[in-house]
Each structure stands twice: as structure tokens, then as C-alpha cells.
């Protein structure tokens, strides 16, 4: 039976959206010398704002205000950026639910989701490194810090990402330069009237918006030290080129096609959250998202069953509303990629299945999609669809199991469904993936470092071992 709610929307009241957004350089917002840009509702195709682009000069000024900045900062100890950390994480957890609901308007992602995970997990990530401020000699990496962070983010957690790359930057002692998408900007550049409300010393996080272009010019400056960069792995490959041979530091966290896995002994009505989370939470837009579901042959029938009809109780539409489940597709781009692997889907012999989902006129939505009879050989499988679409394959044994989930270019994370712990831990030791999770999927903490292998990219983000990427190593 499927429940009707009446509409329970969030005020959009508690956040003011300027008409335009500068840069944010050495503590100010500056004018940028490109053409600005408009970044819309993707729920209502509405403008939000429009936005300043930096070109190479400007990305230039924002470098050079960082490396001014690095000087004071640097000296500073740990003690005292501790609390600079602390007082930005407080700010956050004050103003959160402005920070959700812009969150929710740029992005399109679900406000039970901006508000109830992106904004704990901000908020979480700057208390954790700002802990670690003053206690970076206990934590083996040494203790002097890189310089300027130069750092470029994507849309699927616009702040949770920029959370990621600024406190451990920070915490350090480096200083940063970030680059968010660029189409969602906005909490990025709220976050920078957060830094000047926490008086956090000017040029220490400087924000520069543009497309890849002023990314490139991020990645490319050559007083950055450090480059970190979240994305695809086709631009990751782009800027490791445009490093090699340099100084440069990298850290690239990049795509991943992850399995969960589903044996015959698992919980089935847990594993079927679990799948929902691992593929339907932030509508797909997950690098580690558990796009191939593996299901064991002897269950899988009753399994898919059981989805289908947890599916169909799934409430899609506007994300501000406190009852909705999947929120917008982020932009007509992705949309046409996700429509794309789709019908390539389709074509290639697999059979889709979808609720009975009535989508919005206005904006870009796809509804929660399952493809079943899916071979190792179809693209669905293969690639990275960062959309609301499962791929659902069967296995018989665990080392098939344990093959068909390797058998991928990416290596970012896993999910394992059973009620054996020694098969838990087979599997574990087996799976070529950063994060491994037992009987949860998408489950995220800053204590956890977070990272993979092969074409999803290297280094670590979170955790003590997050603080590696923003250290100078002990000779
Ligand atoms: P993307 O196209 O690679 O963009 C990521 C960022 O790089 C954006 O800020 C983008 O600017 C910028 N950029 C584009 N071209 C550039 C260039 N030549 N040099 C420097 N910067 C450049 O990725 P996306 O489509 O936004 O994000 C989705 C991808 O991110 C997925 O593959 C997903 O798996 C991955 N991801 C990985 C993780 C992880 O931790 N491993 C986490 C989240 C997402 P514009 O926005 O203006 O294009
Ligand atoms: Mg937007």
C-alpha cells in the first residue's frame, strides 16, 4: 500500500540568496574578470544567482593571497587553529538548516538528506580535524605543512566535499584555494561569509567559482603545493598529467562502480534498505554508490520481489519537501548521460523495471530504475551511471562473488549481506575497494579514512590517515 502525505516543505524563508556572488579573495568578495554564470534550481530550472567566473589572473590573486596567508597561519600553533576549526564547525551546526536548504535548492538532493546527513557530516568533519590541530606529532606524518592547497570539488556533496578538503588542509597549517562545481556553488560561498563571521585570518580559504577552466587554473598555478581533487576519473587522468613532473602533491579521489553483495543467509529486509541506500540515497550521485547489486541465485527472486515493492513506496519530487526520498537529478547534462546508459541498457538485452513514478513537469528527474538479466559485458555494469539505476547480477558461489565484484576498472567500496562473520571477513580480505561495509551501505564518519584503488583514484581522505595528503613526509 502506498502512502499519500500531504506536502511538508521547508521554508526557503530561512536562507537569503543574493541576485550575484563574487569571488571570495583574501577575506573579501571580489568582482571576477570572466563571465558570470547562472546556477539554477535543478527541481525547478529557476536562476538562484548569478555567479563570478575567475579566470587564470583571478585564480592567480587567490593563490597569491594564500601564499601571503600561509606564512601567518602556518606559525600559528595548533592550539590556536584549533579553535578557529572549532568555531567554523560551531557556526555550521548554528546555521545548518540555511546550509541544508541552499544545499537542497542548488543541488536538488533531498532536504531530509542535506539536513539529517550532508550538514551533521560537514559539521563532524571540522570537529574531528580541528582535534587533530595540536596533536599532529602523535599522528606519524610529521608536522609541517605543505603551503598553498590547491583543491577542486564536484556537485553530488558540494559542502560536504569542500568539509573534506578544507579541514585537514587547515588543521596542517596549509592554506587553500577550492574550486566547487559549477553547479553548486552557493554553500561554498556561504561557507565563505562563515569564515569571516568565524574571523578566520584573510587569505587562508579563498573560493574561486568558474567551470573546468578555472579548475585547470587551480590545478595548474605553480605556487600550489598541493593539489586535491574529487571527480570524474576522466578529468582526475587530465590533471595527474597536467602535475607529472612537478613538485605537486596529489590526492585524487575519482569514480567507482561498486557491488554489494547479497548472500542467501543475509537479512533479506535489511539487505533491501541497505540496496535502497547503497543506490537510491542522493538519487545515485555517489562515486561509491552500490551501482551493481549481486545477489545470490538462490535468493535472488524473493529479493528482487521484496525491492520492487520497497521501491514503490518511495516518494520522488520536491526536494525542500521533508517526505521526499529522491530529490532532482543535479543538471540537464547528467540527466542526458543517465538517459543514455539507460536505453544503452535497453539495447544491449537487459530488462528495465521502474515504479509507477509521476515525474515533475519542471526540472530533471528519473525515476528509481532496476535493471535485471544484466551481463558482466553491458555497459550498465561496466560504467559509472552516477544516476538512480541498479544493475542487478547473480552469482552462485562466493568466490564467483568475490570475481564478478573485482571485475571493474574502479575500487572505492563494497557491501557484503550475511550473518557469517568468517564469510565477512573471506570476503573482506578478497575485494579490491577502499571501504569494505558489513551489513550497511553509504555509512560514513570523519574517523574513517575514505579512498581507492586502481581508476578510483589514491591517497585517503578522513580519519588520521587524512592528514598524510596535507603533511610534508619525515625524511
Ligand atoms: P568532473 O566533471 O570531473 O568535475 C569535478 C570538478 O572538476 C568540477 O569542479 C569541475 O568543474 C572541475 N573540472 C572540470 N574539468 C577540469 C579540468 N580540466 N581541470 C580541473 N578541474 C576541472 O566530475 P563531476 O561530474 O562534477 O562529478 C562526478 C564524478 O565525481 C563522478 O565520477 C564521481 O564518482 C566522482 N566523485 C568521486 C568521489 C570520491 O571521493 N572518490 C566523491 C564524489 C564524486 P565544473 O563543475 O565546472 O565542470
Ligand atoms: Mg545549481
Not at 310 to 326: A, V
Request: proline share 6%; charged share 20%; hydrophobic share 40%.
Amino acid at each position: 500500500m502506498i502512502f499519500e502525505y500531504a506536502p511538508a516543505p521547508e521554508s526557503r524563508e530561512v536562507v537569503d540568496i543574493r541576485p550575484s556572488y563574487g569571488l571570495f579573495i583574501n577575506g573579501e568578495f571580489v568582482d571576477g574578470s570572466g563571465t558570470p554564470f547562472k546556477t539554477v534550481n535543478p527541481a525547478s530550472e529557476e536562476t538562484l544567482a548569478e555567479v563570478a567566473t575567475a579566470t587564470e589572473a583571478d585564480v592567480d590573486r587567490a593563490v597569491q593571497a594564500a601564499r601571503k596567508a600561509f606564512g601567518v597561519w602556518s606559525a600559528l600553533p595548533g592550539s590556536e587553529r584549533a579553535k578557529y576549526l572549532f568555531r567554523i564547525a560551531r557556526i555550521i551546526q548554528e546555521r545548518a538548516r540555511e546550509l541544508a536548504v541552499l544545499e537542497s535548492l542548488d543541488n536538488g538532493k533531498p532536504i531530509k538528506e542535506s539536513r539529517d546527513v550532508d550538514l551533521p557530516l560537514v559539521a563532524a568533519h571540522f570537529f574531528y580535524y580541528a582535534g587533530w590541530a595540536d596533536k599532529l606529532q602523535y599522528a606519524g606524518y610529521g608536522t609541517t605543512p605543505l603551503g598553498v592547497a590547491g583543491q577542486v570539488i564536484p556537485w553530488n556533496f558540494p559542502l560536504l566535499m569542500l568539509a573534506w578538503k578544507i579541514a585537514p588542509a587547515l588543521a596542517c597549517g596549509n592554506t587553500v584555494v577550492l574550486k566547487p562545481a559549477e553547479t553548486t556553488p552557493l554553500t561554498a560561498l556561504l561557507f565563505a561569509e562563515i569564515c569571516q563571521q568565524a574571523d578566520l585570518p584573510p587569505g587562508v580559504v579563498n573560493i574561486v567559482t568558474g567551470a573546468g577552466d578555472t579548475g585547470a587554473a587551480v590545478v595548474g598555478h605553480p605556487d600550489v603545493d598541493k593539489v586535491a581533487f574529487t571527480g570524474s576519473t576522466e578529468v582526475g587522468r587530465l590533471i595527474a598529467r597536467a602535475v607529472a613532473g612537478t613538485t605537486k602533491k596529489v590526492t585524487l579521489e575519482l569514480g567507482g562502480k561498486a557491488a554489494n553483495i547479497v548472500f542467501d543467509d543475509a537479512a533479506i529486509d535489511q539487505a533491501v534498505e541497505g540496496i535502497v541506500t547503497g543506490i537510491f540515497f542522493n538519487q545515485g550521485h555517489v562515486c561509491c554508490a552500490g551501482s551493481r547489486l549481486l545477489v545470490q541465485e538462490s535468493v535472488a527472486e524473493e529479493l528482487l520481489s521484496s525491492l520492487k515493492r520497497r521501491l514503490s513506496t518511495l516518494r520522488l519530487g520536491d526536494p525542500l519537501d521533508k517526505n521526499t526520498d529522491i530529490g532532482a537529478i543535479n543538471s540537464a547534462a547528467q540527466l542526458a548521460k543517465i538517459r543514455e546508459l539507460s536505453e544503452a541498457g535497453e539495447a544491449e538485452g537487459a530488462s528495465r523495471w521502474s515504479p509507477a513514478c509521476a515525474l515533475p513537469e519542471k526540472g530533471f528527474w528519473f525515476p528509481p530504475t532496476v535493471f535485471t538479466g544484466v551481463s558482466q559485458s553491458h555497459r550498465i555494469a561496466r560504467e559509472e551511471i552516477f544516476g538512480p539505476v541498479l544493475s542487478v547480477l547473480t552469482f552462485r558461489t562466493p568466490a564467483e562473488a568475490v570475481e564478478k565484484a573485482n571485475n571493474t576498472p574502479y575500487g572505492l567500496s563494497a557491501g557484503v549481506w550475511t550473518e557469517k562473520a568468517s564469510r565477512m571477513l573471506w570476503m573482506a580480505n578478497r575485494l579490491r575497494a577502499g571501504v569494505v561495509w558489513s551489513n550497511t551501505f553509504n555509512k560514513f564518519d570523519p574517523t574513517s579514512p575514505f579512498g581507492g584503488y586502481k581508476e578510483s583514484g589514491y591517497g585517503r581522505e578522513g580519519g588520521r590517515h587524512g592528514l598524510e595528503a596535507y603533511l610534508k613526509e619525515i625524511s
